[in-house]
């Protein structure tokens, strides 16, 4: 299966207000959001990208158009299940003031079980990214082969959902996992396991994820080019 590469938002205005935006509109990045942004497309220029797929709401968005800037072929796709959660009457609060709330040591503890008044599960934000990725997944092995490379832009908390479920973690563990603005997180998909490559990085090269052909055999056909990782589903004993 292909590697996705999720990338967070770059800084918005709400994070350095300590608001939980949520999904209110209008909110955009900061200045420096703005460079975060720059600076991750920077990065992944270099990569023969097979799509670029964001979630609806503007930071991210304008997070995918840095990104695009680079690959003129590419025009954004706009997914919902890339959402951010529906946090519903927690949108727009002081996050100091939802400290205080009954239900704030619920959502560090047992996210599982926590349902947002008059909003999301977090179960079912999980499902829902998970099953955005996989499919993308699928279509672009479909159309582009096992050696895709594609970028999924979305939010902190659902990036890290999906970084849980990957590897095969509950969704109470979720929280143990960081994911900065503007970082990279890297995922292989096999036909038995998904392979975590990369957590968090936000200044690692990448030049590593472009596939490489591999030497055929005499007399026998080349092979299709997959990235490092994803020749198969199963692991290398002792590290590779």
């Known amino acids: 299966m292909p590697t996705v590469i999720l990338v967070r938002h770059g800084r918005s205005s709400a994070n350095t207000s300590g608001v939980l935006a949520g999904r209110t509109p209008g909110v955009k990045l900061d200045e420096v959001g703005l460079q975060q942004a720059a600076a991750v497309a920077e990065r992944l220029a270099q990569l023969p990208l097979a799509a670029i797929v964001t979630s609806p709401l503007d930071r991210c968005k304008q997070t995918a158009a840095a990104i695009a800037k680079h690959h003129e072929a590419l025009r954004p796709a706009t997914d919902r299940r890339l959402t951010e959660c529906g946090y519903g009457d927690w949108t727009?609060?002081?996050?100091?003031?939802?400290?205080?709330?009954?239900?704030?040591?619920?959502?560090?503890?047992?996210?599982?079980?926590?349902?947002?008044?008059?909003?999301?599960s977090m179960r079912?934000?999980?499902?829902?990214?998970?099953?955005?990725?996989?499919?993308?997944?699928?279509?672009?092995?479909?159309?582009?082969?096992?050696?895709?490379?594609?970028?999924?832009?979305?939010h902190g908390d659902v990036i890290k959902a999906i970084v849980a479920d990957a590897l095969?973690?509950?969704?109470?563990?979720?929280?143990?996992?960081?994911?900065?603005?503007?970082?990279?997180?890297?995922?292989?998909?096999?036909?038995?396991?998904?392979?975590?490559?990369?957590?968090?990085?936000?200044?690692?090269?990448?030049?590593?994820?472009?596939?490489?052909?591999?030497?055929?055999?005499?007399?026998?056909?080349?092979?299709?080019?997959?990235?490092?990782?994803?020749?198969?589903?199963?692991?290398?004993?002792g590290g590779r």
């Open 124 to 154: 079912a934000m999980q499902q829902r990214a998970v099953d955005s990725v996989r499919g993308h997944d699928a279509t672009l092995a479909a159309s582009h082969g096992p050696g895709a490379l594609w970028v999924a832009v979305s």
């Open 168 to 237: 095969g973690q509950h969704l109470d563990t979720f929280q143990r996992i960081v994911v900065d603005t503007a970082s990279t997180t890297i995922i292989t998909y096999t036909a038995t396991r998904p392979f975590l490559v990369r957590l968090n990085d936000s200044g690692s090269e990448l030049a590593s994820l472009v596939p490489k052909p591999e030497t055929p055999a005499k007399g026998r056909r080349r092979k299709s080019a997959v990235p490092s990782g994803a020749q198969s589903s199963d692991a290398v004993v």
């Open 92 to 120: 727009g609060k002081k996050l100091s003031g939802l400290m205080k709330d009954p239900l704030w040591p619920v959502v560090q503890q047992h996210p599982s079980a926590v349902t947002f008044p008059n909003g999301e």
